[in-house]
């Protein structure tokens, strides 16, 4: 597996659980998948940002 791929699936990921989530707005589990989702992409944002700093 390539580093883009590596990348790629867990972005997928959140944007997926953000999409969903989205649509489930009203209930819990779809407030739950939004945060889930806003954390990944934060976290792998973060991760990135550090990674290039060390």
Do not use: D, Q, Y
């Not at 580093?3 to 999409?19: D, E, N």
């Not at 819990?28 to 990135?48: A, E, F, Q, R, Y």
């Amino acid at each position: 597996m390539t580093a883009f791929h590596s990348m790629f699936i867990p972005v997928i990921a959140g944007l997926a659980l953000l999409t969903v989530g989205f649509s489930f707005r009203e209930r819990n589990i779809g407030v739950l998948m939004m945060w889930i989702g806003t954390m990944g992409m934060l976290g792998l944002m973060c991760w990135k940002i550090l990674e290039k700093l060390a």
